[in-house]
């Protein structure tokens, strides 16, 4: 198996996760959530998450209104949809499964 | 200058070079995702809001450290696409490759259409070799297989995206590569069947772009194989003539380089100006052409750094050197003279011949005599071979009338008066028989300055010439040879006829010695009598 492509899968499984996350909290511009995301040091450039923020909308978990911006071109703010609340529940009894299974089974003796 | 969501930046070359690059890498990640145009949209407009921040009153232009900081901001091309790792396909052995391989059109690597790159990474070729037979092919086939090219370039698609470029170079047959394919075409496919009306429109002002763009790539590299072809033909001929010069200047028997220099121009030194001023212009504008001429045949956008000033400022010496020699030179010539000597002759008949030529050949005719013909005799003499004419006139006087013009040009009317009388032309009257040279002579101290002898003899009508050898080395008529003429109204009567006799009445009688008749013409009435 290929290591760094599970690497990958996994942080991208997880991010979308972080990002609903943040999104959650309220409406948010890209830059918000990145900074969020820098913050916990879950990604370090900035590219990473436009492709993200697109495929989350196109699933219909993400929404947005452009808003006018003083410092360049309009910017896109976002908020969940209810699908996308919904979808971030089950993600998070998921992953607290997940945490708490994975805890358990890869505790040290 | 960029355009980036709707604000335009200024942008230095090289940082230039660079953000487009970023981008295109990006796009490449993309290609083929269903939301491939809004997420370039929203990073193309989140970098022109970095771009923003790093303008202000005083700096208005995107430098190369602005470029480097914002994409550390944003990260690499490969930061974009987590996961979707199918630009990452390592290569893999030509076998493996073969078996997925499909023919489509290569828009990257274009020339024309891309048919000939498609094609060529289809059979694994280097594309300048099909695009060489194509060529010839074309060439042979005159033209026709042009219209081949129209079918194929109709038939293949283009390559567009990601995927399609690797099937185009062959991609690598992995059940990793499969199952993303069907994924990937799976999740287009609903895509498309929503997008499909608009979609076809689209690819129908698609391809008419594609029209277009074909058809200008066509005039701009027919243009500059028309470029090529003539600087390349320029300079490959003028290299060849000056091996040839080298050998000889002007040929075999012609004036060199140094008796043109010296015979021909005001200062010694004049002529090796102007043919360097001549080659000079010559060879910088053949380099300007072939230049220009690879650039628009390959697409290439490269400058050479210099070079077009470089060829201008060669140019402007060329052709000031051109003119410094030219206008020095002409000035020599600006004022002409004629020394003119008469001489008259009562009698009815009069016997004209050229001398044989010693220096050239006899057999050289009016027509055939060379500007550069120049000899030097054993007594330091320059022989001229062309500027010596003859000319006959009609004239009212009732005597034969011999002008000898020697003719020269001077910077002023005195020293060319002085040229002209330097001219050594030698001929000799005998009662009635003119005895001329083909050619005459100069001193080897004085420069030729467009010296010329002409003489021009005046036969009144009714009267004849008799003609001698080699007239036509001096005159224009080929057949004058030994012939004898006669004046009559309106010009030169027949061939063959001596003893001719001309009325003003209109009456003329005409015997022939070769045939042995009379011909007698009144009016409108001709009779021949023949006495056999």
Redesign the interface.
Known sequence: MDI??AK??M??GV?EFCILGVLSRGEAY??DIIADLKKAKLI?????L??????L??DGLLTYRWEE?T??????YYQLTRDGKKFLEELRSTWDELAHAVKQTTKAE | MINL???VFHVEEDAFQIIKNYLDR?KD??TG???EK??MD??E??I??LF??RQSETKNVIVRSDVDDVI??????E?????D?KQEAPASESTMRNRNRRVYRDKDDEMIGGVCAGLSHYFGWDPIILRAITVVLILVGIGTPILVYIILWAVIPVAETTAEKLQMMGEPVTVENIRKKVNEEAKVASENIRKTANKSSRNFSRKGREVASAVGNVISRGIGLIFLFIGLSILISGIGSWIAADINFFGAGKADFNTIDKYFFNNSGDFGWLLAGGILVIVSICIALIYSGIKLLFGVNKKIPGLGWSLTVLIIIGVTMLIWTGVSTLREYSNDADLKTTYTFNSDTIYLSVNDDVFFHNSIEYHDREFFDMIKDDGNMVVFGEPVSLQFYETDRSDFKMEVLLQAHGQTNSKAIAAAEKIVYNYTLQGDTILLDPYFKLPENIPYRDHHVEIQIFIPEGKSIQLGKNINRINHHEDFDGKVKTMGEDGWHDEHHSGVIFRHDGIEITRSEHSDSVHVKVGEIEITNSRN
Do not use: W
């Open positions: 760094e492509n990958a899968q942080r991208k991010l890209p830059s370090v450039v900035e590219g990473t436009y492709p993200l923020l697109t495929r909308k196109n911006s410092q360049g071109p309009p910017r896109k | 969501g709707g604000t990006i990640n993309f995702d269903p939301g809004e997420i929203d990073i407009a989140r022109a809001e923003l921040l550390a901001i944003m990260g690499q091309p930061d974009y696409n987590l996961g790792t």
